[in-house]
């Protein structure tokens, strides 16, 4: 009897790695899925105590600073019992909208991935404006796997947060937002964002130049990145353009710290990372 219940066909992968405050609520949110994997980075908080407790099962990664990463390495290594496989952030929620909208769609789709758009909670307040969020975070298993960039030892990310999930054939769309929620403080958002700057800085070095190889958006990021007026662009188009201003002071705080990040980038590309 083939089964079209999502809550049957779908794996939930939530990777893991210190997230004591986020991963409760995450867990809550997914407690009607059958099939959820917690891939954790060798955790020292109460994280591993917290995914005891919802009876979870959970993989041990240890990276060796090579290829693959987090999520490639359990593509490749884990026995799934479902067609299908979502990868979500402890700080991520699904919405019932977007339950529903997989349910209607997932069971009888010829695409292979979905791109997923997420409203984003910052400083205790939904942003209804600036740059939306999004990612490709629904994939059917055995047609596609994130990029593999070759990083030479440079980074200290073990899960692909810049790569792309490569798709053979078609990707759609799912239309009910999903929410991104972090309980995590402000200082912790800069310190990751720092740790972000410094992987596109060392990527950029890494490239020579040669940006044939990345998509379009890529593209034109690296090839802006060293202009000095690059990240006051672009929070103009997401404070202004995208009416961020009408966030108050969390659209300004989000918008300035996109400014505050690509002026970063170029200032460790200037000095060579």
């Known amino acids: ?37 917690l891939v954790d980075s060798g955790s020292t908080d109460r994280t591993l105590e917290i995914a005891a407790e919802f009876g979870r099962e959970v993989v041990e990664f240890k990276w060796n600073g090579e290829f693959p990463k987090k999520r490639n390495w359990l593509l490749r290594n884990y026995k799934f019992k479902t067609p299908w496989v979502m990868f979500l952030d402890a700080d991520e929620r699904l919405t019932p909208r ?8 997932l069971p009888t789709t010829k695409c292979n991935a979905f791109i997923c ?17 999004r990612k490709t975070a629904i994939l059917r298993l055995g047609t596609g796997e994130y990029e593999k960039i070759d990083e030479h030892g440079w980074s200290k990310l073990d899960m692909e947060i810049h790569e792309h999930l490569q798709v053979e054939g078609e ?88 400014w505050r990040y690509f002026g970063n980038i170029r200032r460790k590309i200037l000095k060579g990372v």
């Not at 977007?98 to 769609?105: A, G, H, I, P, V």
């Not at 758009?117 to 969020?133: K, S």
Request: charged share 30%.
């Open 117 to 133: 758009f997420y409203d984003n909670w910052f400083m205790g307040r939904m942003l209804r404006h600036g740059d939306a969020m």
């Open 1 to 37: 009897m083939l089964v079209n219940n999502i809550y049957e066909i779908l794996t939930i992968v939530i990777p893991i790695k210190n997230e004591e405050k986020n991963l409760r609520t995450c867990l809550e949110n997914v407690k009607e899925f059958r099939h959820v994997v």
């Open 171 to 258: 990707i759609g769309v799912i239309k009910a937002r999903l929410e991104h929620h972090d309980k995590r403080s402000l200082e912790s958002y800069y310190k990751k964002h720092e740790e972000y700057a410094n992987w596109e800085a060392n990527r950029y070095k890494a490239l020579k130049g040669d940006f044939s190889k990345l998509t379009d958006r890529q593209q034109t990021k690296y090839r802006l990145i060293q202009k000095w007026w690059f990240g006051f662009a672009y929070f103009c188009a997401c404070y202004f353009v995208k009416l961020g201003i009408l966030d108050g002071k969390p659209g300004y705080v989000f918008a300035r710290n996109k």
């Open 98 to 105: 977007f339950c529903d909208e997989l349910e209607q769609t």
